[in-house]
């Protein structure tokens, strides 16, 4: 998993944490993206250590993009990255190997890993640069990133995880990787609602808690004032996806990534009029089963 919390990443991580009798986590790996790179480690390990799964190797990756300079979010995600919670050092340092050399190394003995990507693409493109040969040995690339019909996040065509490197994504996108790409298209459909929340809780356990703290804070936040207190859920929905991808309808398309127009740069253009023989190697996310993505959510974190 890899990723950049962040507050919805943060989320997504309690979740994957949740559910090793489904999930198989190698490693988390973390990039620069809501904030700078030495906080995304450090709350990675927090929520690790909140989750009481010190045997997963959390890796710290990429500090900056490939070609541009580094594009926070810390006016959603708070100053620590992690909004409401409270913030310590985690008893338990970052691996000496970085995230990078990780996943080069992984990827080079196995064919049978998934990537979870809940931030820029940055750490991944890296690796495909020093080892293109691992493109063709990845299960499927599950990622958290991009826009169509509902615009963009951080600017009016742009996600912000695409936007944050649109040099990685695009490279990504291009790699022949089997990809699902799950965009605000989809995740504007998963929506905390307050009702939700309180579920979540009522739980009455430190992950859930945590979770309800998380979303509250998210709801809260004058940037997601048009959701009417329901924010969107997203970077959960990629766990939410591998554990339940009947919960979501894809659509095989072709996606690239705009990376020279300042006004549309990091626009995601997805096209589904393909050819005949168009590989199908990527699928673009249309609908979710919100209902279901918190019915999920919340029967992992009752269990945990």
Known sequence: MDCDPGVDDAVALLLAFAVPQYLELLGVT?????????????????????????????????????RRPPVEADHFHGPSGLGPLAVFEPAAPAE????????????????????????????????????????????????????????????????????ADPDAAAQVFASGCPIVAIGLDATHQVRATPERVSRLRALRNPRATAVAQLLQFSNELAGNAAFAAAAPLHDPCTVAYVLNPGLFKTVECEIQVETVSPLTLGHTAVEFRLAPDHPGRTHWATEVDAAGVFELLCAALVAS
């Not at 904030?35 to 990675?44: K, M």
């Not at 710290?60 to 490939?66: A, E, K, M, V």
């Not at 049978?112 to 940055?122: F, K, Y």
């Open 30 to 66: 973390t990039v620069a993206g809501n904030v700078g790179a030495e906080l995304t480690a450090r709350n990675a390990r927090l929520i690790r250590e909140l989750a009481g799964r010190a045997e997963v190797p959390v890796f710290r990756g990429r500090d900056r993009p490939l």
């Open 96 to 163: 000496s190997v970085n995230a990078v050399e990780f996943l080069v190394d992984t990827l080079s003995r196995r064919d049978d890993v998934t990537l979870l990507v809940t931030g820029p693409l940055t750490n991944v493109a890296c690796a495909l640069q020093q080892a293109p040969q691992i493109a063709s040995r990845v299960a499927e690339i599950i990622l958290m990133g991009g826009a169509r019909r509902e615009g963009g996040n951080i600017t009016a065509s742009a996600e912000y995880n695409i936007y």
